[in-house]
Antibody
Framework: QVQLVQSGAEVKKPGASVKVSCKASGYTFSAYYIHWVRQAPGQGLEWMGWINPNSGGTNYAEKFQARVTMTRDMSINTIYMELSRLRSDDTGVYFC???????????WGQGTMVSVSS | DIVMTQTPLSLSVTPGQPASISCKSSQSLLHSDGKTYLFWYLQKAGQSPQLLIYEVSNRFSGVPDRFSGSGSGTDFTLEISRVEAEDVGVYYCMESIHLPLYTFGQGTKLEIK
C-alpha cells in the first residue's frame, strides 16, 4: 500500500527548530519528488518546497528559503523537513505529498501539527 | 509571482444541485509543451487534501464523474453536477507552470444547505 507516514506533533519555543519526517512505503522511493505544504490554523494551503529523493536536489519557496532544509535518507525511505528560527506564525499543520505528475500530488501524509509558543 | 484567485470563497448548495467554483490566475498556465498546469484539490474536514482534477480537466483515479474541470489560459472552473453530502470541504486550485514554484488559490468552502 502506497503511503506517506509523518512523525508526530511537536511543541516548540520561538527561535527553536523543528524537524518533521515523512516515511514512504509501497513504491520506489527515488522515483517521485516529495513536496511540503503548510496550513496555518483555519487557513489555506501554502506550498513550501520540494526535494528530489533521487538526487537530494531541493527547491524552496522564497518565503522559506532562509529557514527551511529538506533532506532524505534513502536507507530508510524517509524525507525530512527542518524549519529553523521558529516564530508563532509557523504554527500549523505540515503535510508531505508525493508528486505523481507535475503539480499532481496523489499521496499525502497525514499531517504533522507544529505548535510554536513561549 | 503568480496569484491564484478563487471565487466564491464559500458557497452553500442543496444536495442534488450543481456547484461551480472559479479560479483565475494572474498569468497564463499554458506551457510550451501544450499542457495547462492547473489542478484541483479537495480538503475535507480534518483530512489531508486529495487530488481531484489534474491538467484542467482530467479526473484523478477514483474521482466521481460528477466532478469536472474546464477552462484555458487564465480562467478555470470546477463543476460538481449534483452535489452530495460527501462533497463538503474546501476546494483549492493550484498551478505548477512556473516551476520550480507552485501556488495554491485561497480556497473555496463548500457547505450543504
Amino acid at each position: 500500500q502506497v503511503q506517506l507516514v509523518q512523525s508526530g506533533a511537536e511543541v516548540k519555543k520561538p527561535g527553536a527548530s523543528v524537524k518533521v519526517s515523512c516515511k514512504a512505503s509501497g513504491y520506489t522511493f527515488s522515483a517521485y519528488y516529495i513536496h511540503w505544504v503548510r496550513q496555518a490554523p483555519g487557513q489555506g494551503l501554502e506550498w513550501m518546497g520540494w526535494i528530489n529523493p533521487n538526487s537530494g536536489g531541493t527547491n524552496y519557496a522564497e518565503k522559506f528559503q532562509a529557514r527551511v532544509t529538506m533532506t532524505r535518507d534513502m536507507s530508510i525511505n524517509t524525507i525530512y523537513m527542518e524549519l529553523s528560527r521558529l516564530r508563532s506564525d509557523d504554527t500549523g499543520v505540515y503535510f508531505c505529498a508525493r508528486e505523481w505528475t507535475i503539480g499532481g500530488f496523489d499521496i499525502w501524509g497525514q499531517g504533522t501539527m507544529v505548535s510554536v509558543s513561549s | 509571482d503568480i496569484v491564484m484567485t478563487q471565487t466564491p470563497l464559500s458557497l452553500s448548495v442543496t444536495p442534488g444541485q450543481p456547484a461551480s467554483i472559479s479560479c483565475k490566475s494572474s498569468q497564463s498556465l499554458l506551457h510550451s509543451d501544450g499542457k495547462t498546469y492547473l489542478f484541483w484539490y479537495l480538503q475535507k474536514a480534518g483530512q489531508s487534501p486529495q487530488l481531484l482534477i489534474y491538467e484542467v480537466s482530467n479526473r484523478f483515479s477514483g474521482v466521481p464523474d460528477r466532478f469536472s474541470g474546464s477552462g484555458s489560459g487564465t480562467d478555470f472552473t470546477l463543476e460538481i453536477s449534483r452535489v452530495e453530502a460527501e462533497d463538503v470541504g474546501v476546494y483549492y486550485c493550484m498551478e505548477s507552470i512556473h516551476l520550480p514554484l507552485y501556488t495554491f488559490g485561497q480556497g473555496t468552502k463548500l457547505e450543504i444547505k
